[in-house]
């Protein structure tokens, strides 16, 4: 078996990218066995309850340029709904000034989170858009499965009575600025989007402690790899095309930062002793930045220290 394209069975679920890390991790035979256990091509009841208590969502998907992006869909708790477990609707769209504004369409690929910080619950789901209208998007399920809670610090969210702020112009960059180096250096969470051609989208949680990214200069981050549930979903989809796009929120102000880079997975070196319980490395190249303010209807809530 060649440990870059392990041989995989009729019944995997896992694309060419995720047996790929899986093997050189040793998860490969384990996962084989629990991946098609795990992961659903349909949501429980209750993930599709969960969803609709949820004041906002995680969105993963590519822009026309192909590049991926973590976003934010936000609404009153019930903005999420699903019809059936084959289906969730959303009665949102990304903000104006959002990286993802006018590339959500009918047959785009989609990685969602759903994620409660403050009770440290989150499920996945990636899928299909089926429709997309003025009301919102509606999208079928093609994996559906649950994530630990590690990681997870309770900065909160509770939708907000009033109107969103109206949205600032946003602020474009090619590198990270100070302030942008500043939200990164404090950051105790992120998302990051990932994409593979044949398999879609996907958005995941990294977490933990405060500075947890490292920032070491203004187009380079390092990001540790803590041990997880072994999918390897977004670095299996990194393993095929190293792009990705991260989100930051500074939750003092809800302001967002978005990050595209390229990365590169470490699975050894000297760097790794900088992390302690890290299992691998990602280096980022900064290739591009977004800071957008205002045209969300929520109130974040801090984590204390």
Do not use: K
């Not at 026309?64 to 019809?83: E, I, V």
């Not at 610090?153 to 969103?164: C, I």
């Not at 803590?226 to 003092?252: E, K, M, S």
């Amino acid at each position: 078996m060649d440990a870059l394209h392990p041989v995989s069975g009729p019944d995997d679920i896992f694309h060419d990218g995720e047996r790929a890390v899986q093997e050189r991790a040793g998860s490969r035979e384990r996962m084989a066995v629990v991946g098609p256990r795990a992961i659903r091509d349909y949501m429980p009841e209750q993930h599709r309850d969960f969803f609709g208590q949820l004041p906002f969502i995680v969105v993963g998907a590519r822009d026309d340029d192909g590049q991926p992006w973590a976003s934010l869909l936000a609404g009153r708790p019930g903005f999420c709904s699903s019809p059936d477990p084959q289906h969730l609707a959303v009665r949102a769209h990304p903000a104006p000034g959002d990286p993802l504004a006018g590339c959500l369409r009918t047959g785009a690929a989609l990685g969602l989170l759903g994620i409660e910080p403050q009770t440290r619950r989150r499920n996945r789901l990636n899928g299909v858009l089926e429709r997309v209208d003025g009301q919102g998007l509606e999208l079928r399920v093609e994996q559906s499965f649950g994530n630990c809670p590690q990681y997870i610090r309770p900065n909160g969210a509770r939708h907000a009575d009033a109107p969103p702020a109206a949205v600032a112009q946003p602020v474009r960059g090619t590198v990270l600025d100070a302030w942008s180096q500043a939200l990164v250096a404090r950051a105790d969470m992120l998302f990051i989007a990932s994409a593979h051609a044949g398999s879609g989208a996907d958005v995941s949680h990294r977490g933990g402690a405060p500075g947890f990214v490292r920032v070491d200069d203004a187009r380079t981050l390092m990001l540790p790899d803590y041990p997880g549930n072994r999918f390897f979903n977004t670095l299996g989809n990194l393993q095929v095309d190293p792009r990705a796009g991260l989100l930051f929120i500074d939750f003092a102000t809800g302001e967002r930062l978005h990050v595209a880079v390229s990365a590169d997975i470490l699975w050894d070196g000297p760097a790794l002793a900088d992390f302690p319980g890290a299992e691998r490395l990602l280096r980022m190249t900064v290739h591009g930045t977004l800071r957008v303010a205002g045209g969300l209807p929520l109130h974040w809530s801090v984590a204390e220290p």
